[in-house]
């Protein structure tokens, strides 16, 4: 086995130990978007410092706790902080809890983030279904030797994110009148927010949205054939377009702003696929 694998394992055990999450929705909730948390039920919370092999977060709306519990009777396990690239830590470290997920028996995968606008009709608030990705993070999660016990050395990226699931995403949004877009999602390795010149790029290769993770995250997934949905909150159109300058805290004001939405269309989209 790899060493990889066996941190995972590790992680994995250690959570077993406390909970049994086979069969349940997993869930990585962004900047500003950690208040679903508080709908889970009979939540068992875990702190990501007590599990072997998990880091600490260290950005502002990212908790660091693993939550265990239910939606509606439908099992749920849910990441309240991710963690990041530009943070220094490599990309196995990015990736490790989406592996640990795997390793535990989720069903499928919700990731959420706060990004920018690129696409010039969102406006902060919107909510956007990724329907595709451009890794542009200058790294990968499957770089070095691969990780057999996860999936194969060149696995396909066609399907990264599930159709069948983002379906149900845009069929659930439609029945609660909540308007979800849907875009490219393309990955900047950070911190800094992007430049206007890339701004600009970003748009001429068809991105609608930036940000600075889930893109590891899916790739990852998609290399251990763990089914993905992807939903990006607009928390501002990003640099350049109107001229503005962007601040962390815009993004968790534009956060707490499409709050209720969120939690409703994740609460729901839960209840469909659990």
């Known amino acids: ?25 997993g869930i990585v ?18 702190n990501y410092a007590d599990i072997p092999n998990f880091p600490t977060t260290t950005v502002a709306g990212h908790d ?20 990041h690239y ?10 490790l809890p989406v592996r640990v997920m795997k390793v535990l028996g989720i069903k499928a995968l919700i990731l959420t983030n706060a990004a920018g606008g ?14 595709d990705f451009i890794n542009f993070m200058g790294d990968n999660p499957l770089v070095g030797q691969n990780i057999d016990e996860f999936g194969p ?20 949004a439609s029945d609660l009148g909540i308007d979800l877009r849907n875009g490219v999602y393309m990955g900047f390795k950070g911190p800094n927010y992007e430049s206007p010149a890339e701004i600009h790029m970003a748009e001429v290769v068809g991105a609608s949205a930036v940000g600075m993770s889930t ?8 290399h251990c054939d763990l089914p993905v949905i992807g939903i990006s909150c607009i928390t501002n159109l990003a640099a350049g377009i109107t001229g503005e300058a962007l601040s962390h805290e815009e993004v968790q004001e534009a956060a707490d702003m499409v709050k209720e939405d969120f939690k409703k269309l994740v609460k729901a989209i839960v209840n469909r696929i659990g």
Do not use: W
Request: overall charge neutral; hydrophobic content about 40%; proline content about 3%.
């Open 86 to 95: 530009y943070e220094g830590h490599t990309m196995n470290t990015v990736v």
């Open 29 to 46: 909730l962004g900047s500003g978007l950690g208040e679903l948390a508080n709908e889970i039920e009979n939540p068992t919370i875990i």
């Open 1 to 25: 086995m790899s060493e990889i694998y066996n941190q995972c394992l590790a992680s994995a055990n250690y959570i077993k130990n406390i909970i049994d999450a086979e069969g349940a929705i």
């Open 215 to 222: 893109v590891p995250e899916i790739i990852a997934a998609r």
């Open 153 to 172: 050395r060149f696995p396909d990226m066609t399907y990264a994110i599930n159709k069948d699931y983002s379906m149900v995403a845009k069929e659930v």
């Open 64 to 83: 660091g706790k693993l939550i265990f519990g239910t939606i509606n009777q439908t099992k749920v396990l849910c990441m309240k902080g991710r963690f």
């Open 118 to 131: 690129v696409n010039r009709t969102f406006k902060p608030g919107t909510l956007m279904l990724i329907d």
